[in-house]
């Protein structure tokens, strides 16, 4: 009797240990990456309609200007009187997008400075929005092993001038970073946010798409290792192009899709979702050459069930998480109902 009283209590408290949670409680969320902050009537209904709590919204990107030679403030937030009224109704996450470029030139001893500006400009940025609501503050940037040192120091510097106001840190991860910790390291801030996307070879023309692809997103998933971290999810609802020169990627346009390029006489499309510049012309604000080369990649809503097919088959379930798209545009609302978003949402809610 008493040793199968020890075999029982040995059985149970190994149930006890590998007991996760049966779900998990969502916080929607949308990333807004627009430059100026305004939002719709059509907009704030179908947040509203969706469930959507939290806006991680862009204040500016932080990079290197090669003719100053200083790291600097670009694409910075505009506001106006009515982002007050929509930083009271939505919770706001000011996200600060800093490039591996700026991290690279960085040097050491200029690290407290740029975190003090940083925090500065994040403030500076807040005058028509309720920052006293914050509680978090993200930090996005695809750092490299090469560049994690002076990147966790610079998160270490922002995390404690944070904490006095009693505001955490976050950072973003990529898929490799979470494969790969022993290399890449462990960001010192009080948690992560996943980006499910970006997954393939944005710079090889053959590639299918680089933003998404079911096969891409498993072979990740499939091997990951347990995590010190706790993380969010960031999962993708965008479109984007990917120029190419004589063979070279040069650069993404963001929001094109094949129907704004289909029947235009200056475009050719010589694939399916992918297009020749007939003659030299502006594209979004971007010079674009004849002969040039665009490959169109887009990721709506089936490309967003089957990453949350992917979640829930290999991602453990936490007590409660944010799970957000990326990104809010004036597209979205056409392209998925309000009730077709709540539904994903409740997908990975469910036990």
């Keep these: 009797m008493r040793n ?45 309609q969706s469930g959507i709590k939290r806006l991680y919204l862009k204040f500016f990107d932080v990079d290197w200007d090669e003719s100053i030679g200083q790291v600097v403030p670009l694409a910075q937030l505009e506001t106006d009187s009515s982002a007050r009224e929509i930083s009271q109704a939505w919770t706001i996450t000011p996200t600060i997008f800093v490039t591996n470029r ?29 920052s006293a609501t914050y509680r ?13 040192e002076r990147y966790f120091q610079l998160l270490g510097l922002l995390r404690a001038q944070l904490k006095k106001k009693g505001v955490l840190l976050s950072a973003t991860l990529r898929l490799h970073q979470l494969r ?14 996943l980006m499910l996307y970006n997954l393939g070879e944005v710079e090889d023309w053959q590639e299918k798409n680089s933003i998404f692809t079911t096969s891409a997103a ?36 963001n929001g094109l899709q ?66 957000a798209i990326f990104n809010f545009t004036p597209q979205i609302v056409h392209e998925i109902t309000a009730k077709q978003l709540q539904n994903v949402f409740k997908k990975i809610s469910s036990p």
């Design 102 to 130: 700026a991290v690279q030139h960085l040097e050491e001893e200029s690290v407290a400075d740029l975190a003090n500006k940083i925090e500065r400009k994040i403030w500076s940025l807040s005058n028509h929005l309720d």
């Design 4 to 48: 199968r009283l020890l075999i029982f209590g040995a059985l149970w408290l190994m149930g006890y240990c590998t007991t996760v949670p049966s779900s998990t409680t969502v916080q929607p969320a949308f990333y807004y990456w627009r430059t100026r902050f305004q939002l719709s009537d059509e907009e704030r209904q179908y947040l509203q």
């Design 180 to 193: 790969y910790p022993d290399q890449t390291g462990i960001p010192p801030v009080a948690r992560g946010m």
């Design 136 to 148: 978090e503050i993200q930090v996005d940037c695809d750092w490299t092993p090469s560049t994690r």
């Design 218 to 253: 498993r072979s990740y998933l499939e091997h990951l290792p347990r995590y010190p971290l706790e993380y969010d999810l960031a999962l993708p609802f965008f479109s984007w192009g990917v120029l190419f020169r004589n063979g070279e990627m040069i650069r993404l346009i």
């Design 258 to 323: 094949n129907d704004s390029l289909r029947g235009d006489p200056r475009f050719s499309e010589i694939a399916p979702s992918r297009f020749r510049i007939k003659k030299s012309t502006y594209l979004n604000g971007y010079y674009l050459y004849q002969g040039d080369l665009l490959r169109l990649e887009h990721c709506g809503a089936l490309e967003l069930d089957s990453a949350m097919v992917l979640v829930q088959q290999f991602l453990a379930a936490p007590p409660q998480r944010s799970v």
